[in-house]
């Protein structure tokens, strides 16, 4: 059982990772300010550059994302196998240190595997590892630093945790839980902004100090003051019940139709969502994790997507997973299986005849 599901949790994320076959969604910033490191192309790192039509460089999120990115370019080649790849290695992985840090907290590999099957065949992590964004990094990161805090190991987890930073700001959030574990040794404090700075060093190359300093303002102004608005876009409140999947690519054929949504699981989602609000009243770790992510953004000023709801889904896997009895559990992953299979078509961009289009709307905010 366990190498099958760890063999998913791979094909799901490598399979035809090269549809669609250019730009879509936020690549248009991510991946294409990326290409441009890789050519050397300094206004790549600055705020005050206009981008070509259709594109927009990239500078209100740390660099690392797109580091990672040039790095899959170079060795891959300047294509959409190039950009994407890194993040799916990552997403691979941040499955993987999800299992090791589920086992090492309840010692049940029952827990850890279905911790794992969860979060392999939940869509929303699954797109977001294919897609050239820094969704996927912050993940992992997170998780991989929560694997070392658990596993007594501070000094990896603070470099992991400082990855996680250079790849969202909203990795701040993780802070509590860090220095839940690390308090005793608050050195460990100052090490994941010196790997934050330590990812700028491209830029502090080329640009002085205070060049830095200002487009750290210029992140911070962007992301307080950002009025603009989105018809996928949904307040934070809503993303627990999947109110408003994001959709992010579509290629017309003749009688068929291909999309792709940014979407999840919604049998894993609802139930999970139980799970949530029993293991919040019996004061369960994991809850507090699950809530330490959501809980900023319903108060947030700005545009949110569902995709920023991820951090706190990898803690929902943990709570339904304690939670699913032990003689539901098969028929609790044939349920999640079949809603996977019949919800896939929105997760790798399968084309699908125009008259079925409907059955995937079980919400009318989810055209």
């Not at 840090?101 to 929303?124: E, I, R």
Request: aromatic share 20%; net charge positive; with cysteine.
């Amino acid at each position: 059982m366990p190498i099958i599901l760890f063999l998913a949790l791979i094909f799901t994320r490598l399979v035809n990772l090269s549809t669609p076959p250019g730009h879509y969604f936020d690549e248009v910033y991510h991946a294409f300010t990326a290409q441009e490191m890789a050519k050397g192309n300094i206004a790549a790192w600055e705020w005050w550059h206009q981008a070509p039509a259709g594109f927009a460089y990239e500078w209100t999120h740390p660099p690392l994302a797109k580091l990672a990115m040039v790095t899959g370019l170079k060795i891959v080649g300047n294509s959409p196998l190039g950009w994407r790849l890194p993040g799916a290695l990552l997403g691979i992985f941040a499955g993987i240190f999800l299992y090791a840090s589920v086992y090492k907290l309840s010692h049940s590999k029952k827990v850890a595997l279905l911790t794992l099957f969860l979060y392999t065949f939940d869509g929303l992590p699954l797109v977001m590892s294919r897609i050239g964004m820094n969704d996927i990094y912050l993940v992992f990161f997170l998780i991989s630093s929560f694997y070392y805090l658990v596993s007594k190991r501070p000094l990896m987890a603070s470099i992991m945790y400082g990855l996680a930073l250079a790849s969202k700001w909203s990795a701040i959030y993780f802070l509590p839980i860090f220095i839940y574990f690390i308090w005793k040794t608050p050195l460990y404090l100052f090490l994941p902004l010196l790997i934050y700075l330590a990812t700028y060093l491209p830029f502090l190359l080329t640009h002085s100090w205070d060049k830095f300093i200002e487009l750290q303002k210029q992140m911070w102004w962007y992301h307080t003051g950002l009025k603009a608005t989105h018809s996928y876009s949904s307040p934070a409140i809503t993303w627990p019940m999947m109110y408003r999947p994001v959709w992010a690519h579509v290629k017309y054929l003749s009688a068929q139709t291909a999309n792709i949504y940014i979407q999840g699981n919604p049998l894993i989602w609802w139930f999970g969502l139980v799970a949530v609000g029993y293991q919040t009243l019996k004061k369960n770790l994991a809850a507090v994790g699950y809530w330490i992510f959501l809980a900023p953004w319903i108060f947030s000023p700005r545009i949110m997507f569902l995709y920023h709801y991820q951090p706190s889904l990898v803690f929902l896997y943990i709570l339904l997973a304690q939670s699913t009895p032990k003689k539901l559990i098969y028929i609790s992953c044939t349920l999640y299986f079949i809603s996977f299979l019949f919800f896939s078509p929105r997760y790798f961009g399968i084309p699908v005849p125009n008259q079925f289009l409907n059955y995937f709307l079980w919400l009318p905010s989810w055209r």
